[in-house]
């Protein structure tokens, strides 16, 4: 039986901002380069009021169990959700790990990245920017009322 060795490094990102729609910006909490599998994301939740629970518990309305492929995996309608996909869509790299940590132990979930879920929030974002951020730049009415 061989055992593949995993030469990788975690890069701490700060944050991201989309070359192209420099309104977009992300942090994922780390970049990860692997020699033999390429980038992802690492996103770490930790919950700590609710510290002596385990991940799956701890996450119950954020993850569910997929029995058919026996894995759990990441809610579409959910705030970690759009935060990954976001994440993903600006730095460009298509997978993370999602990290949830508790004293219980450690739940590592593999998600992907969703080009019709994406194209969907980037019209909203994008059309929020222009009609709502850009005017808001150019007259500084708030900035006014102050």
């Given at each position: 039986?061989?055992?593949?060795?995993?030469?990788?490094?975690?890069?701490?990102?700060g944050l991201?901002?989309?070359?192209?729609?420099?309104?977009?910006?992300?942090?994922?909490?780390?970049?990860?380069?692997?020699?033999?599998?390429?980038?992802?994301?690492?996103?770490?939740?930790?919950?700590?009021?609710?510290?002596?629970?385990?991940?799956?518990?701890?996450?119950?309305?954020?993850?569910?169990?997929?029995?058919?492929?026996?894995?759990?995996?990441?809610k579409t309608?959910?705030?970690?959700?759009?935060?990954?996909?976001?994440?993903?869509?600006?730095t460009k790299?298509?997978?993370?790990?999602?990290?949830?940590?508790?004293?219980?132990?450690?739940?590592?979930?593999?998600?992907?990245?969703?080009?019709?879920?994406?194209?969907?929030?980037?019209?909203?974002?994008?059309?929020?920017?222009?009609?709502?951020?850009?005017?808001?730049?150019?007259?500084?009415?708030?900035?006014?009322?102050?």
């Open positions: 039986m061989s055992s593949r060795h995993h030469d990788f490094t975690l890069i701490d990102s991201l901002v989309n070359e192209e729609f420099t309104f977009l910006g992300a942090s994922p909490d780390y970049i990860q380069f692997c020699k033999c599998c390429g980038m992802k994301l690492i996103e770490v939740k930790s919950i700590y009021s609710k510290k002596n629970l385990k991940p799956s518990i701890v996450a119950e309305d954020k993850i569910s169990y997929d029995s058919e492929r026996s894995k759990w995996t990441l309608e959910t705030s970690w959700y759009y935060q990954i996909q976001c994440q993903m869509a600006v790299v298509y997978n993370t790990d999602l990290v949830i940590y508790k004293n219980k132990g450690i739940l590592i979930l593999g998600v992907n990245f969703n080009q019709e879920f994406w194209s969907i929030v980037f019209t909203k974002l994008k059309d929020f920017y222009l009609k709502n951020m850009v005017p808001e730049i150019l007259s500084r009415t708030i900035e006014s009322q102050l």
